[in-house]
């Protein structure tokens, strides 16, 4: 265990992370930028070092540094895959010390204590993470210290490393804003004379606590080590796969499926304890010949219940070719969604499971997002009334609302001939001649006059429920702009 004053940080800050990233996939010569809409202007985001060379500078506007640089080539900034890359490099830093955290967006802290031994003391460890960094095209500063504060500014203001034991020396030359203040705050201290960290050190903490509050003295106690300050690992997501290695080669689909029960039950487990339910899974079975077959299985709704899974397994691998016999299998869940524990009802929910299974049978082997089901939509519009979407990614609705009832069948409106009155009595449609038993109507509908609709350019439409003596049930309108009946639904 290694006490307070033997505790070792390393800061990485990567000042150019996003053009960094587009640059190497998509190599540029010469000035480059990132740019981003801010405060309603496109923006420079971020740019390389040959644009910087140029007087270019982050939150430029981009149509004042194309008039810097004609020459400037950019791309749309993508802060989101920033992110995503930052969290690769988190993952990469892992070689060097198990304790690394994010330092703001375009940083990582490391705790090395104990570390820098295994690569041959401090100097050689900053050296190969220097020559990792640059053979992967990225440009990064380092800073190593006795705390998180110091790190930071030696990353961002003086790259090196401070001895250990007494950090002040270190960073007295360093300008107040290696403290991690605000700018507003550095600018107010360099008007009062205290324009480094020694100057500050050095001055009555009294006045400056009254003018300023304690968080900038908080920040410099961090720096100089006298208030702790920890590092955070940031935690790896939650990795849902499971495997089994055998000790003797498996054919039958009776010792697959037991493989396959003993994999589910535990990565279940797993799925119950995150909270969560699996999507899609994957099984992959390796034969003894270093040949990979995968059985994938896509899931009407979240699930975590091995014995339902294992039934909807079985199709798949009954169809595997174990041909000399499979080594190992490899369960994952590829994609869960939040399913939190409900409390448990004298109502069985047997029918919906049910339900949710035939989708799940039927989607492995038409696609999930070909099973679709109706859902109401907000308008009054016969044809705008409802919505098509895939079963397994919506959920039914809990009752469709009508003041009038609708037909289930509707059709793109077909004109009657030979209506006689208002309403018909007699008329011809389909080829059909019709008699009206009974009608019920009208009900008026106008056009949502915010959409463009060709078929409601017409106007009104004065609708009718009519019965007739044949035994159709049909839905016709009536246009009292342009005067015509038309036949556009018929009820079962």
């Known amino acids: 265990m290694f006490d307070g004053r033997q505790r070792r940080v390393v800061s990485l800050w990567f000042p150019r992370l996003a053009s960094d990233r587009v640059l190497r996939l998509h190599p540029v010569e010469g000035p480059f930028v990132l740019t981003l809409k801010q405060q309603n202007a496109n923006r420079i985001y971020c740019l390389n070092a040959a644009a910087a060379q140029q007087g270019l500078h982050q939150a430029m506007p981009y149509a004042d540094a194309r008039a810097f640089c004609p020459s400037l080539q950019s791309r749309m900034a993508q802060p989101e895959q920033d992110r995503r890359f930052l969290h690769t490099l988190r993952r990469w830093a892992t070689r060097y010390c198990p304790w690394v955290g994010l330092e703001g967006e375009d940083g990582l802290v490391m705790d090395v204590t104990g570390s820098a031994h295994l690569f041959g003391g401090e100097e050689a460890m900053l050296a190969d993470m220097r020559m990792s960094l640059m053979r992967a095209g990225l440009s990064a500063q380092i800073g190593l210290a006795d705390t998180r504060g110091a790190a930071w500014a030696l990353a961002h203001y003086s790259e090196g490393i401070a001895p250990g034991g007494d950090t002040l020396p ?148 009954s169809e595997v070719d174990a041909e000399f016999g499979i080594d190992q299998l490899r369960l994952e869940a590829t994609w869960v969604e939040t399913l939190p524990a409900q409390q448990i009802s004298h109502v069985s929910g047997g029918g919906k499971d049910k339900l949710d299974d035939l989708i799940s049978r039927l989607g492995t082997r038409i696609g999930l997002e070909n099973i679709q089901r109706f859902l109401p939509a907000d308008s009054h ?100 702009q342009n005067p015509g009946w038309f036949v556009q639904g018929e009820f079962a």
């Open 170 to 317: 270190a960073l007295k030359s360093l300008p107040v804003a290696a403290l991690r203040i605000d700018d507003r705050m550095s600018i107010t201290l360099r008007r009062l004379g205290l324009h480094t960290i020694g100057d500050l050190a050095q001055a009555a903490r009294a006045p400056l606590t009254r003018r300023f509050g304690p968080g900038l003295l908080l920040r410099l106690d961090q720096a100089l080590g006298t208030q702790p300050e920890e590092i955070s690992p940031y935690a790896d997501p939650p990795h849902y796969a499971v495997r089994m290695t055998l000790p003797e080669p498996i054919g039958l689909l009776s010792d697959v499926m037991a493989g396959a029960e003993r994999l589910l039950v535990q990565l279940c487990a797993k799925l119950k304890t995150q909270e969560v339910g699996a999507r899609n899974l994957c099984i992959t079975l390796r034969r003894v010949d270093q040949g990979c077959q995968r059985v994938e299985l896509r899931l009407a709704r979240p699930l975590r219940d091995p014995q339902r899974i294992l039934e909807l397994f079985e199709r798949g691998l």
């Open 381 to 480: 519009i016969p044809e705008r009334s409802f919505i098509v979407a895939p079963a397994a990614y919506s959920d039914p609705a809990s009752g469709w609302v009508s003041a009038q009832p609708r037909p289930i069948c509707l059709f793109p409106p077909e004109p009657i001939a030979g209506a006689d009155a208002h309403p018909p009595t007699r008329f011809r449609w389909r080829r059909m001649a019709l008699t009206c038993a009974r009608t019920t109507g009208p009900e008026r509908i106008a056009p949502e006059w915010w959409l463009e609709d060709e078929n409601w350019r017409s106007g009104l439409r004065d609708y009718w429920r009519v019965e007739t003596r044949e035994g159709r049930r049909l839905w016709l309108f009536y246009t009292p």
